[in-house]
């Protein structure tokens, strides 16, 4: 089992690599020789310094980007054989019979206090990978989320097909404007499916249906790239993407099961939590005591 048109991924793929690797301009020392005219000697300073940045960046990329991503969510996705590629484990795992490699691994989900949901990849969510594109996310509630070989036979060679997959929110994501709706969906929502030989990971994209959720809509999300491995939790792959989704819109104490995939389904990523109780009105309240006894030391004065 393959992704159609494998070797143009492939090839497309290592034009991808091969060009992230090798576009970076780098200062050499004969930029910085030169007759440089007198009172240019802090211009120089300058100049010497972003050469030092630049090389600690090319040394060191997105160690300044460490993220705090709270816990790891990620849950089995169900499809897996053996060991490597094909394991069960999520990071450096693709399915069964798909192409392998960094850019194409989904890897995990983390979720923090402050009901951030992140979403980490070596696939590149925002520019996709061999011409196959994001979907979206996907969130069961109620605890009857279909996925895994449970998903067989729901569909295939990217058709609608309704929402036979128990999900009950979709984060429909715009990755040009890296901007997100949520809609409440029910079973009469449809949903893009995607590829006969790995409808284990359908559905893949919202099509259409549901309620719009008011106040989340057109909502920012923060996109990060180049990310080491020390910036993921040690994910492994030397380079990933990580997506960053605010999920207040659920009620404190909601258990969700969270789903993933990308155009052809070559990596399902799958992840389960409860949103904590109490959360924000924690916050609230921390915030509401910091103001009450500001007014009190006022007071006092
Ligand atoms: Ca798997
Ligand atoms: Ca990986
Ligand atoms: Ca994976
Ligand atoms: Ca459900």
Same mark, same amino acid.
């Given at each position: 089992?393959? *992704?159609?048109?494998? /070797?143009?991924?492939?090839?497309?793929? &290592?034009?991808?690599?091969?060009?992230?690797?090798?576009? *970076? *301009?780098?200062?050499?020392? #004969?930029?910085?020789?030169?007759?440089?005219?007198?009172?240019?000697?802090?211009?120089?300073?300058?100049?010497?310094?972003?050469?030092?940045?630049?090389?600690?960046?090319?040394?060191?990329?997105? &160690?300044?980007?460490?993220?705090?991503?709270?816990?790891?969510?990620?849950?089995?996705?169900?499809?897996?054989?053996?060991?490597?590629?094909?394991?069960?484990?999520?990071?450096?795992?693709?399915?069964?019979?798909?192409?392998?490699?960094?850019?194409?691994?989904?890897?995990?989900?983390?979720?923090?206090?402050?009901?951030?949901?992140?979403?980490?990849?070596?696939?590149?969510? $925002?520019?996709?990978?061999?011409?196959?594109?994001?979907?979206?996310?996907?969130?069961?509630?109620?605890?009857?989320?279909?996925?895994?070989?449970?998903?067989?036979? &729901?569909?295939?060679?990217?058709?609608?097909?309704?929402?036979?997959?128990?999900?009950?929110?979709?984060?429909?994501?715009?990755?040009?404007?890296?901007?997100? !709706?949520?809609?409440?969906? #029910?079973? #009469?929502?449809?949903? /893009?499916?995607?590829?006969?030989?790995?409808?284990?990971?359908?559905?893949?994209?919202?099509?259409?249906?549901?309620?719009?959720?008011?106040?989340?809509? #057109?909502?920012?999300?923060?996109?990060?790239?180049?990310?080491?491995?020390? !910036?993921?939790?040690?994910?492994?792959?030397?380079?990933?993407?990580?997506?960053?989704?605010?999920?207040?819109?659920?009620?404190?104490?909601?258990?969700?099961?969270?789903?993933?995939?990308?155009? *052809?389904?070559?990596?399902?990523?799958?992840?389960?939590? /409860? $949103?904590?109780?109490?959360?924000?009105?924690?916050?609230?309240?921390?915030?509401?005591?910091?103001?009450?006894?500001?007014?009190?030391?006022?007071?006092?004065?």
């Amino acid at each position: 089992m393959l *992704c159609a048109a494998r /070797s143009a991924c492939m090839w497309l793929g &290592s034009l991808h690599v091969e060009s992230w690797w090798h576009g *970076c *301009c780098y200062l050499t020392g #004969d930029d910085m020789k030169g007759n440089y005219k007198k009172g240019e000697g802090e211009m120089k300073k300058v100049m010497t310094a972003l050469a030092i940045g630049l090389v600690a960046l090319a040394t060191f990329p997105g &160690s300044a980007l460490a993220l705090d991503l709270g816990q790891n969510i990620t849950i089995p996705d169900l499809v897996g054989s053996g060991s490597g590629w094909a394991g069960a484990q999520e990071d450096q795992e693709v399915e069964p019979g798909c192409l392998t490699g960094q850019q194409w691994d989904m890897e995990g989900f983390f979720f923090k206090s402050d009901y951030t949901l992140t979403m980490v990849g070596g696939y590149n969510m $925002v520019s996709g990978q061999g011409g196959y594109m994001t979907g979206d996310l996907f969130i069961d509630v109620t605890g009857d989320a279909v996925y895994g070989p449970s998903a067989n036979g &729901s569909g295939s060679g990217n058709t609608i097909v309704n929402n036979v997959f128990g999900y009950d929110y979709v984060l429909d994501l715009d990755m040009a404007t890296l901007t997100y !709706d949520v809609y409440a969906i #029910d079973n #009469d929502s449809l949903f /893009s499916v995607y590829y006969s030989q790995n409808d284990e990971s359908n559905p893949w994209r919202y099509s259409r249906g549901g309620d719009a959720v008011q106040g989340w809509q #057109d909502v920012k999300f923060d996109y990060q790239t180049g990310l080491a491995d020390g !910036d993921v939790a040690g994910l492994a792959g030397g380079t990933h993407n990580a997506a960053v989704f605010s999920f207040a819109f659920l009620p404190s104490g909601t258990e969700f099961i969270s789903h993933y995939t990308y155009a *052809c389904g070559n990596d399902n990523l799958m992840g389960q939590f /409860s $949103v904590p109780d109490g959360g924000l009105t924690a916050v609230l309240l921390g915030l509401a005591m910091l103001v009450v006894e500001g007014a009190r030391r006022a007071i006092r004065r």
